[in-house]
């Protein structure tokens, strides 16, 4: 489906990304040198705004796996956000998908009828909502002129996030796609830092052809479930009026999302958009980004966000920047088949009262500044999670924590003993147990049980495997600093012990297993061939 470009118009849905990113666990990934590239693409649409995507049968032999992915490494002291690995396991489960007739329709509720709701809305929020003219009697994405609106397109779009939730809420309809996904996940995480090697400068068959290959190999392990990164620094892999283009894209100009979900559900994959909801990019590139795009409007106003260590985070104790982001979830899912949406470690990166003093001293609160602001993710969370099941109710919403569960908790304000132990907060849990089965201080096998033990029934927990780190010595892991050299089979017994539990499993991540340094190429071939064991004995 292609979507065109309304210049001088204001679309019915808001053109959002969303998307993780990932590099190794000991060390800041490093994205100074990428050059930003800021894209306009200029799509054509059918006159029909009503498209019907006709039934499909996919029978394919479906190998199940796990994977873990992640971009954050604790150590006994302190957090460090980066990106790691994992493994996929295989077993092969022959599955026969039907594919539902999906119909989109980006239609939106009419201003009239948002008047008419129980509460009204303020003379602010109706005129925002009048001066686009949202009433679309027939269903189309195409949006009527609006003449009440004077200013620039980007400035009306920048308006809309300034609108109360409510307003909000009425701008994306939900989706009638019924979503694919498995009980027990078996994933594999897809980076940007793999974009690089296979998107990249490249054009639309160079890329379906590569990323096909991927999925061919992914699948060949057992793994069931991707999770592809769609937004790592603010930056979108799919089409956005409103986002700049991906980093990893260089001069490629077409539709990433669109080509990763056909192909993997021509492979009977899952697909979890995975997104990174704070982090953003560096200050020196948001200061090359202008004010064409939501976030480099709110860098340029000084609003929204926060500077910690040269890089940008969305700041979530701003109602707008948590509603940016629920609108690209939003987004994602009404305008493509995902059958999911996971989040990543990124919250508070740092302790330092400075990031939001001015929002801590202005909201008159009783707490003290650690619970404020676990309050504040929490409800960023708990608002990503109602956009998820509002937009579809069959896609489910992931949270993939740093292994720490405590380190969550305390160092990054994530309340993961509230959400992966009481309902509605998350579908699944995915922390990124990046351990050996000797950790000095966190074995895999006690920390699983941990999670285990704090998990309710209501949510579903996946472990994270290090993949990454088979041939290398784990320089926190204490004593168990020489395991992944001296042993080849560490993945395939924590995904025995996983499944044991009854979890699922996931690998961090793609181009650590297939796309190895030599120097662990030997470890990493010997780590697969037992993963594949493990999910066909």
């Known amino acids: 489906m292609k979507r065109k470009r309304h210049r001088g118009y204001i679309a019915a849905a808001l053109m959002m990304s969303a998307v993780m990113s990932g590099c190794s ?29 006709p039934e499909t049968t996919i029978s394919e032999t479906v190998s199940e796996t796990t994977v873990t992915s992640s971009e954050t490494t604790v150590t006994e002291t302190e957090v460090i956000s980066s990106d790691t690995s994992e493994e996929t396991t295989s077993e092969s489960v022959t599955e026969s998908i039907a594919a539902e007739d999906i119909v989109y329709s980006t239609n939106v509720i009419s201003a009239v009828r948002i008047t008419e709701t129980e509460d009204a809305l303020s003379e602010e929020e109706e005129k925002i909502i009048t001066a686009q003219n949202l009433i679309s009697s027939d ?61 990249k400068n490249k054009t639309a068959p160079q890329f379906e052809e590569a990323i096909g290959k991927c999925f061919d190999d992914v699948r060949s392990l057992g793994v069931n479930t991707v999770y592809l990164q769609v937004r790592a620094f603010g930056d979108a892999y799919y089409v956005s009026d409103n986002s700049p283009k991906g980093l990893s894209m260089g001069t490629a100009d077409f539709d990433p999302l669109d080509i990763m979900i056909k192909s993997a559900h021509d492979r009977g994959l899952s697909v979890h958009a995975w997104i990174n909801p704070m982090r953003l990019m560096t200050e020196a590139q948001m200061s090359e980004l202008g004010t064409e795009y939501t976030i480099g409007k709110w860098y340029s106003d000084g609003k929204n966000m926060f500077e910690y260590d040269g890089r940008m985070y969305l700041n979530p104790a701003c109602d707008s920047a948590v509603q940016l982001i629920c609108n690209e979830v939003s987004y994602i899912l009404t305008h493509y088949k995902a059958d999911g949406i996971q989040i990543d470690d990124y919250f508070y990166p740092g302790k330092d009262k400075s990031l939001d003093s001015t929002e801590y001293a202005e909201s008159g609160t009783s ?60 579908d699944y849990i995915c922390p990124q147990l990046y351990y050996g089965m000797e950790h000095g201080t966190m074995p895999f096998g006690d920390t699983l049980s941990k999670w285990k033990s704090m998990t309710c029934s209501d949510v579903k927990l996946v472990a ?40 699922g499993t996931a690998l961090f991540r793609y181009g650590s297993l297939f796309m190895p340094e030599s120097n662990a190429s030997e470890a990493v071939n010997k780590e697969m061939e037992n993963i594949i064991k493990e999910y066909t004995d």
């Not at 000991?26 to 029909?48: A, G, K, L, V």
């Not at 609108?163 to 897809?190: A, C, P």
């Open 367 to 426: 707490l003290s500044l650690d619970d404020w602001r676990r309050e504040k993710v929490s409800a960023m969370v708990k608002r990503i999670y109602e956009a998820v099941h509002s937009a579809n109710p069959t896609a489910v919403f992931g949270i993939s924590p740093t292994g720490d569960a405590e380190a969550n908790y305390s160092a990054m304000y994530a309340d993961v003993y509230k959400w992966c132990g009481e309902k509605g907060w998350c």
């Open 139 to 199: 269903g189309g994405a195409v949006i009527s002129e609006a003449p009440a609106v004077t200013e620039a397109p980007e400035t009306a779009y920048a308006a809309v996030y300034e609108t109360s939730e409510k307003v909000q809420s009425q701008l994306f309809t939900q989706s009638s796609y019924n979503t694919l996904n498995y009980d027990i996940q078996r994933g594999m995480w897809f980076s940007y830092l793999e974009y690089e090697d296979i998107m």
């Open 25 to 53: 666990d000991e060390q800041s990934e490093p994205i100074n040198d990428i050059t930003i590239s800021i894209r306009s693409f200029e799509h054509q649409t059918e006159e029909s705004t009503l498209i019907t995507v």
């Open 464 to 503: 994270g495997l290090a993949a990454y780190k088979a041939g290398t010595e784990d320089n926190w892991a204490g004593n168990g600093k020489n395991e992944w050299i001296n042993s080849s089979d560490i993945i395939a017994k924590q995904i025995r012990f996983s499944e044991e539990l009854g979890c």
